[in-house]
């Protein structure tokens, strides 16, 4: 074995902080916008970091498994992940009234920083 549980985890915790200060960043920068552009970034960052966390919990939550079901696992928690950030995007552009653009910025930000926190050595 490779990577333990507790590795995984630790590696999604940290990805978790990285989308968190992107966020803030973007956020940051919408503000100079208006108030509904920076929320409507944190909130698309936010399901990011929300989905990642809901995934982590699923995908790592079972403890030592076989391989068919860690794989079943990791896939349902990709699946939620993106589940929640499709309903929360759906939510702020029907329900809340969200700006779109900064929306999907956030969602972007996210994204990208996990994918760098993921690659990143450390």
Do not use: C, E
């Amino acid at each position: 074995m490779l990577n333990s549980v507790a590795a995984g985890r630790r590696l999604v915790l940290r990805a978790a902080v990285w989308q968190l200060m992107a966020v803030l960043l973007v956020a940051a920068v919408f503000l100079l916008r208006g108030v509904p552009q920076a929320l409507a970034a944190a909130v698309g960052g936010l399901a990011m970091v929300a989905g990642g966390l809901v995934a982590m919990r699923l995908a790592l939550g079972g403890g030592v498994l076989g391989a068919g079901t860690a794989m079943l696992r990791l896939m349902a928690g990709v699946m939620v992940k993106w589940v929640v950030v499709f309903a929360v995007l759906l939510l702020g552009v029907g329900v809340w009234k969200l700006p779109p653009l900064p929306l999907m910025a956030g969602v972007l930000t996210g994204l990208v920083a996990q994918v760098l926190a993921a690659a990143s050595r450390r």
